[in-house]
């Protein structure tokens, strides 16, 4: 008998029935539970749905410290069994105090509200769980993702020979366009007859990657990764729109010409984290031909400008020799959903690696379509399925409608702030972000106030959990940051958040104030 089998006999009398054992597959998703997975996952669907629908602000405006005493009362080593119970604790745990991007007054981070064919992929994705990584694991899977790079390739423009890969983010096709640019330049270095006597240790010390000082941070990590340390990234300054200057960038150039360095690779960024700024991309490709350098467009950002009426700011895009680009920030898509493609798929090489046990060579020579052979990553999840329904169920054009609803929406905001007093805005959006500060009354020749004032209502409004809004630093100086990704905000919503930070600025003066008065008292 089994160690799963059932006794089929009640047992003698005066014996006691033999324990029966839990069925050990009874949580595993195949044919023989799929009534059980129905069940649960619908349950899970509704509890999401109910919390959705019960949400009135983006956050509760928990701390770590209040929450952590849940966690640390669970013994992951007794589980509870029921998924029912499960999904209970999750509602304290987790559901309860999530922060909800889907919520109007989110206007924190690069956190996008998702489309409803999206969470079909998603829910088809995990059950199924292809991996991307080869033929024989993902068969169909593999087709679909190849069809939606040629088509993200056919919207940048970037002609018959390109090609590219899904990643987990912009940081991961950052990394991996640095690493094909690295190693462009160090073949043509090693190939110049002028170098006869070089190695590869030559070569390395003397590359450098040219991007703008407002650029992503994941383009110096990638530097550093690929063992050229933080040092070889020169920051190019920028104009007051803060976008990268042409004659900064020609004059860096020439002096890393004159100074015997190599420029590998110059990064235009198409949709700046803080700004939503966009390189003058034209200039920037003429001078690296010019130079011979690789054109990297970190577009994780301003891709949805490519199903946008906008579509003309990213004029230029087609000289790149490689592109990021984020369909889980503007097109969206939930987290991860990422690609880096290049103008020429030979290019990809660099990321290969030819294992026997999975993609030997020989199946280079019969034609089988393993994406492994192009990634940074092995096993890979199957995320390409959620932009293709969100495009075979809404259509380019519909994401596209909904990303020109948040540049709308970021200039009807600039407005509004440009015309208040009470705040100063740095620059006017070219995609869907505003930084600026609130000017405390009377407090403009006291930069340390205004930042403090400004640290605070910040921290103010995320602890009301009434709205979220990030921050960042402009010149030194704290700076407050709405980044508009939600077709659902109105300025109606903008003005509110507005007068909110106003207000918890106000308060904090005059508590500063009240402090200034008691101590001077004491005095």
């Not at 018959?160 to 990643?167: E, L, P, R």
């Not at 054109?295 to 790149?320: F, K, M, N, W």
Request: charged share 25%.
């Amino acid at each position: 008998m089994s160690s799963l089998a059932r006794p089929t006999d009640d047992p003698p009398d005066g014996i006691a029935p033999a324990p029966v054992e839990p069925d050990r597959t009874a949580h595993l998703f195949d044919d023989g539970n799929v009534d059980r997975y129905r069940r649960s996952v619908t349950e899970a669907v509704e509890r999401v749905a109910s919390r959705l629908a019960r949400v009135d602000r983006p956050f509760t405006g928990i701390t770590a410290a209040e929450l952590e005493p849940e966690f640390a009362a669970i013994d992951l080593d007794k589980p509870l069994g029921d998924p029912a119970e499960a999904l209970d604790e999750l509602e304290r745990v987790y559901l309860r105090d999530a922060v909800y991007f889907h919520h109007p007054r989110y206007l924190g981070h690069l956190n996008c509200p998702v489309v409803i064919p999206a969470l079909i992929g998603e829910t088809v994705i995990s059950s199924i769980n292809s991996s991307l990584d080869t033929w024989d694991q993902s068969a169909g899977g593999t087709l679909i993702e190849r069809r939606l790079i040629d088509w993200t390739a056919g919207r940048l423009g970037l002609g018959a020979a390109a090609d590219g890969v899904f990643t987990s983010g912009g940081t991961q096709s950052n990394l991996q366009a640095l690493l094909m640019a690295r190693e462009e330049a160090r073949e043509r270095a090693l190939a110049d007859p002028r170098n006869a006597a070089w190695t590869a240790a030559d070569v390395l010390p003397r590359l450098r990657v040219l991007t703008s000082e407002v650029s992503h941070f994941s383009i110096a990590k990638s530097a550093a990764l690929l063992g050229l340390g933080y040092e070889a990234v020169v920051s190019v300054p920028c104009d007051a729109d803060r976008r990268m200057r042409p004659a900064a960038l020609a004059a860096e150039l020439d002096r890393c010409r004159r100074a015997g360095l190599i420029p590998m690779a110059v990064v235009a960024t198409a949709g700046t984290t803080d700004f939503g700024s966009i390189d003058p991309i034209p200039r920037i490709a003429d001078l690296c031909a010019e130079a011979g350098a690789w054109l990297h467009v970190d577009a994780a950002y301003g891709c949805g400008l490519l199903v946008s009426r906008r579509r003309h700011l990213l004029d230029g895009i087609e000289r790149a020799d490689s592109v990021t680009v984020d369909y889980h920030k503007s097109f969206f898509q939930p987290v991860s959903s990422s690609a880096v493609l290049v103008r020429d798929r030979a290019a990809l090489r660099h990321a290969t690696y030819h294992a026997d046990y999975l993609n030997p060579e020989r199946a280079v020579r019969e034609l089988v379509p393993n994406q492994v052979d192009k990634s940074l990553q092995t096993t890979r999840r199957f995320d390409a399925l959620k932009l293709w329904l969100t495009l075979r169920i809404m259509g380019a054009d519909g994401v596209g409608e909904l990303f020109d609803d948040v540049l709308d929406l970021a200039a009807a905001g600039w407005a509004l702030l440009d015309e208040d007093p009470r705040f100063e805005v740095v620059v006017r959006p070219q995609l869907s972000t505003l930084v600026f500060r609130y000017l405390p009354p009377g407090g403009a020749d006291d930069p340390a106030l205004a930042d403090a004032v400004n640290l605070h209502a910040r921290a103010a409004l995320l602890a009301s959990g009434d709205a979220v809004v990030a921050g960042t630093k402009v010149d030194g100086r704290h700076h407050l940051k709405f980044t508009l990704l939600n077709p659902r905000t109105t300025p109606g919503d903008i003005a509110a958040v507005l007068d909110l930070i106003a207000d918890h600025g106000r308060r904090y003066l005059s508590e500063l104030a009240g402090r200034e008065l008691s101590g001077s008292h004491a005095s």
